[in-house]
């Protein structure tokens, strides 16, 4: 495909365009607060669930690792799925979750279905997040945050999972004092210069045909990140891509890795003194490691600097477009049009 045909892909918009979208997020923010606090005080939950499939579920995976590290409280992600098949595994009798049931389109079954369940079978409040005005989640949950500032056409999740996950951090910040507030504000700036620094650095690597597979380390605040990685890359470029919590790859799947394996990881600051180990595996097997992280490593490996002004806990929002221009631009490389994925749907429903 011609460059300029990728510039004019949705895709394409939707990633670059992220900065102002951000921007309006942060603006929206007091007001999504004002909403969620009428609900009244988190302890009168006893815990905070975030679900969804897909790019939805990972938000809700970060969203869970933020509220929890905040607040202080019990914060869980599920997969619809999981909520919906396995509710007894999950929730007891007397449960009273605060479930946030996240879906870009506001129609997924699976997740809307599990928000009727959770609703159905124990006292629960249900805010529905989407991006959407009007959408069946909309209509069933207590409250509906719809970030309709980041609309997306694309079949693949982008710049709204950026918005998202701002979006539930800001509301934990909220509840917790407002200590995030500056930092994250400089968030549209840091993105916008990203876009246009790193951009060659990253296709340099989307762009070589050596690297069959690629692979996605991030534990802690980062694991939705490395999750959502591998997703974008086989949702966009097709190709085979694998994510795992950066500790747990050295109990086996570093079996994975050869000379044809691009090694991500996204260091957290508590991993410091073990990612080395990591990339001895990765030397020993001629793979080729990349560092993503805020403060520079003493290591021959590549790095990507990124993120050094801001909380650890804010980085995985700065790092999303860093993975979504990796996975187009490999995209690109490939000839495959990231817009048409085959076989994705928009939306996943289970009758038509
Ligand atoms: C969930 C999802 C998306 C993915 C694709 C298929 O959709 O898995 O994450 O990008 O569109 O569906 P949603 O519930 O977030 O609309």
């Known amino acids: 495909m011609m460059k300029e045909g990728l510039e004019g892909t949705f895709t394409y918009r939707e990633i670059y365009r992220q900065p102002g979208a951000l921007r309006e997020t942060l603006r929206r923010a007091p007001s999504r607060f004002a909403r969620v606090a009428s609900i009244g005080p988190l302890r009168h939950f006893t815990e905070v669930l975030f679900t969804g499939c897909g790019s939805s579920y990972h938000i809700a995976l970060y969203a869970a690792h933020a509220w929890g590290t905040l607040l202080g409280l019990r914060a869980r992600a599920l997969p619809a ?62 409250i509906h945050l719809s970030f309709s500032e980041c609309p997306e056409q694309s079949l693949v999740t982008t710049g709204s999972l950026t918005c998202m996950m701002l979006g539930l951090l800001l509301l934990a910040d909220a509840f917790g004092g407002g200590t995030l507030q500056a930092e994250a504000a400089a968030l549209p700036q840091e993105v916008a210069q990203s876009l246009q620094e790193n951009e060659r650095f990253l296709r340099t690597y989307a762009e070589d045909r050596a690297l069959a597979r690629l692979i996605f380390l991030g534990s802690g605040p980062f694991y939705a990140l490395a999750a959502e990685a591998a997703l974008k890359v086989i949702e966009m470029a097709l190709t085979p891509a694998h994510y795992y919590p950066t500790l747990e790859f050295r109990h086996g ?55 050094g002004r801001v909380s650890e806990l804010l980085r995985p929002i700065l790092f999303a477009h860093l993975i979504q221009q990796l996975a187009f631009w490999r995209a690109a490389a490939a000839g495959v049009n990231p817009d048409a994925p085959p076989r994705l749907t928009r939306i996943v429903r289970w009758n038509g």
């Open 81 to 142: 799925s999981e909520i919906l098949n396995f509710l007894k595994a999950h929730l007891y009798a007397g449960a009273r979750p605060l479930l946030f049931a996240i879906s870009r389109s506001g129609g997924t079954d699976e997740t809307v279905l599990a928000a009727e369940r959770v609703k159905a079978t124990v006292e629960a409040t249900v805010i529905g997040v989407t991006i959407e005005p009007e959408c069946p989640l909309g209509r069933t949950a207590d």
């Open 253 to 307: 799947p570093h079996l994975l890795l050869s000379p044809e394996t691009l090694l991500v990881i996204f260091p957290a600051e508590a991993e410091g003194p073990y990612v080395n180990r990591v990339l001895e595996e990765a030397r020993a097997a001629q793979a080729r490691p990349l560092l993503i992280s805020a403060r520079a490593m003493e290591t021959s490996a590549p790095q990507l600097i990124l993120g």
